[in-house]
């Protein structure tokens, strides 16, 4: 991701910001484009994980739909030129103003997650004279294996309408004459990297896809969701997710009948490796306990670490940039460090105790795999800047 070019261009710059390797952005939705093409799938970016507008610009280009989580969401993917008839919405709690503008917009489908909503979409559309395409997200209590922070399939989540609820669904689809029920949805996490997870899903999806048809509905439409991992760890050794291995469950495992869609919606996967958050040493505090690198970035730029434990990988630009051999030659002199922001909280803090070569004031920090849930939730924080993005090219 970075060469001494790279590196150097950064001397010039105005930390903290968010790098993008628009070139590994590029390499990464090909491979994925193609993983998922030669399966005929429907692949959806979900918007939430980055909207910076060079990167919608860059996977709008691919001819991928967007997956939208709020109205300002669904207005975003439209004024980026996705096409609407690949717009999907999802949300526990859609407003009515929201599921307006959507339903103006003529979307693809409403991924509705309960029966209260199956009824005030109906109504509203009603009053427009439309009818809402919509499908069931169903909580099909699968365990993604994932952080619980980060779990989104289990009965005690939040999402979706329960299994034991699809009776009620049932009834109030057929009561409801401005809805047209297209199919089923599910998404049951985030950064999943076992792929034994998503079989069980498969065997999920399969059982619920018999119960709608045995309850008399064609299910046109099956959105697995998203939710595949990135390797934090290895961002060099492993900048490209496993596309080909996760499509490839998906096409063994899962039922499609004739004239029946797959869809999903990737975020994290798609635009993970990406970027880098890049930040400079303000101080370093030498302590008796502990040593503290105190960056110019925190919490306000990068929030995963916090708030979910996340960990990401922190290098020191200015002192690791070289060979392997000259980074062994630095063993000797190897720190650890706790990297912290400079945000008045406790918990702004990126990682405890990590071995980094001496570090000093100024020197240039990354840290990685910042793409996907990193520029998107910077917040103002203590007053704080918002920060600028810087791209390859
Ligand atoms: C967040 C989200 C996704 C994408 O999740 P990733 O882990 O980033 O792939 C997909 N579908 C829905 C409904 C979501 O909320």
């Known amino acids: 991701m970075f060469n001494t070019n790279t590196i150097s261009r950064f001397k010039d710059l105005e930390t903290p910001f968010y790098y993008y390797d628009l070139g590994l952005l590029r390499h990464t939705l090909d491979a994925c484009k193609m993983a998922s093409d030669q399966y005929g799938f429907h692949v959806h970016y979900a918007m939430k994980a980055n909207f910076n507008p060079k990167v919608l610009e860059t996977i709008q280009s691919y001819g991928f739909g967007a997956d939208c989580v709020s109205g300002n969401e669904v207005k975003a993917a439209i004024a980026n030129d996705f096409d609407k008839s690949k717009v999907v919405f999802a949300g526990v709690g859609k407003s009515d103003k929201e599921i307006n503008a959507a339903l103006d917009a003529d979307i693809f489908c409403f991924n509705v997650e309960s029966i209260q909503e199956l009824s005030i979409i109906n109504d509203l559309a009603k009053a427009k004279n439309k009818k809402a395409k919509v499908a069931i997200r169903i909580n099909p209590n699968v365990d993604a294996q994932t952080h619980h922070f980060i779990t989104t399939g289990l009965d005690e989540n939040k999402f979706g309408i329960n299994i034991w609820q699809l009776n009620d669904v049932a009834e109030t689809l057929r009561k409801c004459a401005s809805l047209q029920f297209i199919g089923i949805h599910f998404h049951i996490g985030s950064q999943i990297t ?200």
């Not at 048809?213 to 934090?232: A, C, I, M, R, W």
């Not at 051999?325 to 945000?343: A, E, R, T, W």
């Open 194 to 393: 076992d792929l034994e997870v998503y079989k069980n899903l498969c065997t999920r999806i399969n059982d619920m896809q018999d119960w709608f048809e045995d309850h008399g509905f064609q299910v046109k439409v099956l959105n697995t969701g998203g939710g595949l991992g990135v390797d934090y760890h290895h961002p060099d050794t492993n900048p490209i997710p496993n596309f080909e291995g996760y499509f490839k469950v998906f096409k063994d495992f899962l039922k499609v009948k004739p004239g029946q869609e797959v869809h999903f919606e990737l975020g994290r996967a798609m635009v993970a490796q990406s970027s880098a958050l890049i930040a400079r040493v303000l101080y370093v505090k030498i302590g008796q306990k502990k040593n503290f690198l105190v960056l110019d970035a925190g919490m306000t730029e990068l929030i995963r670490p916090m708030l979910y434990q996340a960990y990401q990988k922190i290098e020191n630009l200015s002192r690791e940039s070289g060979s392997e051999s000259q980074i062994s030659n630095l063993k000797s002199q190897i720190f650890k460090y706790d990297v912290v922001g400079p945000i008045c909280e406790s918990t702004d803090c990126f990682q405890k105790d990590v071995e980094l070569p001496e570090s000093f004031r100024g020197d240039l920090f990354a840290i990685r795999t910042a793409g996907a849930y990193g520029e998107v939730m910077a917040s103002g924080y203590n007053l704080r800047d918002r920060v600028q993005s810087v791209y390859s090219e």
